[in-house]
């Protein structure tokens, strides 16, 4: 495999720690450029129902790292490719939070997770990157982190940061990634946790942007999780047995572990913010990424990708990183559980063996009844790799795959609904796609009702697109100037 070696990744090399860091190399190297490009050129052809943008966010250092660095800690970036008549423009700009626009002035008091700063100088000694997802809310997108971070309001046309979002003063706390947006109501549902207190937080934003309730929630312990889920009427919040060790607590330090015989508690809590919280316990685990959730009955059916361990043993030719390769590894595999409001009792089943995470719905469908979901498939490599995409039928749990190909690894897709859609499939799934021999990157166009078939356009892009985290699916109808 040709190794592409960029002049922002020589610069990351120089540092003698770093020549050991896989995720500084190759398809994870930082790329130096914000760049627009119209006029894309096309293998195949984009359909002229496909109107919206796709965007991705992901971690991409603004600095080359002088000490340890963890493939978390990169600024946020965010890659979008904006669909209409046919045709389509690629963009990509920093997030411009509050501790990145103060690393370029010189003044950045904040750490990051392998070299954290001192607690009594930065909330939670680490730079807030809003690196983590992105989400569509009252037309324009906010950018988010997952160590409990402020919103950074971006045009969901243009890329560019318009502010930090405190919902005009109002937010008592700061907002986690992966909360949810309710396409019936336009509402921002969150969750938040803190790092080194036993509380978590939950709240509702209306989708004209206002604070409709905040509270806590007290929690046995401090916990991390990383996901909620919504339904109509109700939140599903998770209280996970992965936690920071005491030296963590006590130093500031990303040292977790996973206590023996603490159970997974899930917490349904209504989305008005009545009532007090509902725990539901289950067997064991840790969950990244919720699939979606929704009511039936009396139940509570919520599907996600249940944490399996990766097998893998530190390597020591990673150095002082083999701990962090290791762990980065993620595998898992998608279940249901279902909890019945009625008689507080939980179920849950395995949907599938196969390994896939990073699961993406229809929008529309978040937190109803929904039978699609696209999740990317994940080989046991050391380092974390995407090299296809599954799409599950959950009413019969089984999956059709689409293979990227040899040396070729994608992002977390979206799927966006053709134009005048009717059925929750009927229409496409998007997804950036790198290859490792050209160090290229396109963005792939997937028909999400003949999802195994070659994809209907390769979109090529101007610049290489490292790998990421999240992204989302902007409908064109939505997006509005912030």
Known sequence: MTMIVTDFEREELSTPVNKLNPYLKGIYAPVRKEVTALELEVEGEIPRDLHGAYVRNGPNPLNAPEGMHHWFDGDGMLHGIYFENGKAEYRNRYVR?????????????????????????????????ANTDVV??????????????????????????????????????????????????GEFVFFDYDL???????????????????????????????????????MVLMDLPVVFTESGIRNGMWQIHQPKGQATRFGVLRKDGTGDVRWFEADPCYIYHGVNAWEEGDEIVFYACKMIPNGLTPDPAYGPYAPMVGVLALQAVLYEWRFNLKTGQTKERPVDDRVTEFPVINLDKTGRDSRYSYHVSIPNTQTQVFDGLVKYDLKTGRGEAHEFGPGRFGSEPAYAARTGAKHEDDGYVISFVFNAETGASEALILDAQDFSSKPLARVKLPQRVPAGFHGTWAPGDQIRAA
Not at 154 to 180: I, M, Q, Y
Not at 204 to 231: C, Q
């Open 136 to 185: 569509l809310h009252n037309g324009s997108l906010m950018a988010l982190w997952y160590i409990s971070g402020q919103p950074v309001r971006v045009d969901a046309r243009t890329l560019e940061t318009v502010r930090t979002e405190t919902f005009s003063g109002k937010l008592p706390k700061n907002v986690s990634a992966h909360s949810k947006v309710d396409p019936g109501t």
């Open 97 to 129: 939070s509050a501790d990145h626009e103060a690393e370029k002035a010189g003044m950045l008091d904040a750490g990051g997770i392998l070299m954290p700063a001192d607690k009594s100088r930065h909330p939670t000694t680490y730079k807030d990157t």
């Open 196 to 234: 080194y207190n036993p509380v978590m937080s939950a709240g509702v934003v209306s989708k004209d942007n206002e604070l409709s309730w905040f509270r806590e929630i007290e929690l046995p312990g401090p916990r991390l999780p990383h996901d909620m889920a919504i339904t109509e009427n109700y």
